[in-house]
């Protein structure tokens, strides 16, 4: 019998990585009998992946698609292949629908991670992404929330759901293999030996402190789309500041860690799930990453601003442009203004910005 396997995450649980390995050795999948059908990305590697093989658009959101799930099963027969193998989060919400359209033998796959990490997380791809600009919040209702923004919850409400899936834990001590990825494909019963190195490229880099602490206070500015993701791109290259540290002071660090362990014995007991009891063990006994106030010196901030201003030169002008347009906007550190206006000074004009010739007529 032919295998389906889906991957629908859970958030913040490294999908976006095993997709970018997947979607780059498709010929390889193929030739090991795996049909993994191909996507797009954007310029930090990251996509809806295979949503639109199962689902259609409704709106802003994604939904169950007879249609889609027909052609893609069609598809996959017609590959030859023995495994079809999906990988989407934006399936997770889906996921009662999707089982309802799917063959009997399709199996689930999802990921729980440390709801603590997942909590940070949740908060530095917001300030990174979506323009948050407050400081970290530490309660599990903050942002999305944790385990799964409540879909998982809704998954395994669902017995077409539940009856087919393995839930893995998100925790490079207890993969099966080197990473994720291998993890995965153990999981899904998919031989490896014909895929090459498995390694997972590092995709959507997480921020130093210093630059999570840039980024958030250039959020207030109205700097556009365009400008926004260089400043992304160029603060991921960042090389300042901890890398390794939690925003959670560690006396909410250990209220937290206590309420956490208890949401994941709840879930283990409610649903009969086993797989994530020795996740909880390792937690438990786990030391946290060092704490790190969210506050910069001015000295950190000019360095940030000179990074900035070595890698994106016209980013930079751009961005102390903005910044003399709007006194009025209150910044969190206000030492960027001069630090901005220092660099932008030292960087001098922008090529061809002086004697630019109009493309107009004069009357």
Known sequence: M????????????????????????IEELARTGIHYPR??????????GN?????????????????????????FEASGCHTLLLSSEAFLPELPGIADL???QARFVLYVR?????????YNQRVKRLGHVEPFVAEPAAYGGWLGHQHLYNALDSEAVRSRLVLRPYLPELFVGDN???????????????????????VNLSYSLHALEIKRALNVLPLGQHLQERLDVHLQ????????????????HERLRKIADDELRTLALRYGIDALEPMRELLRDKEPKPFYPQQLTDDEVD?????????GKRLTRRIAQVIVEHPEIELAYPSLRDSFAAVAAELGEEPGAVGRRRWWRRR
Request: include cysteine.
């Open 237 to 252: 290259s960042c090389p300042l500041g901890p890398t390794a540290y939690t925003l959670m002071p560690p006396a909410d």
């Open 39 to 48: 996507h797009s990305v954007d310029t930090n590697g990251i996509s809806a």
């Open 102 to 104: 799917l063959p009997p």
């Open 51 to 75: 949503a639109g093989a199962l689902m259609e658009r409704s709106g802003h959101l994604f939904v169950a698609s007879p249609r889609e799930v027909a052609t893609t099963l069609a598809e």
């Open 180 to 202: 994720l990825l291998t993890d995965l494909l153990d999981t899904a019963g998919i031989e490896t030996a014909g895929l090459g190195d498995l390694a997972l490229q590092r």
């Open 114 to 122: 440390d709801p603590l990490a997942f909590l940070e997380s949740d």
């Open 303 to 311: 360095a940030v601003v000179r990074h900035i201003a070595s890698v």
């Open 2 to 25: 032919k295998s389906i396997v889906i991957h629908a995450g859970l958030p913040k649980t490294g999908t976006s990585a095993v997709q970018a390995f997947l979607n780059t050795h």
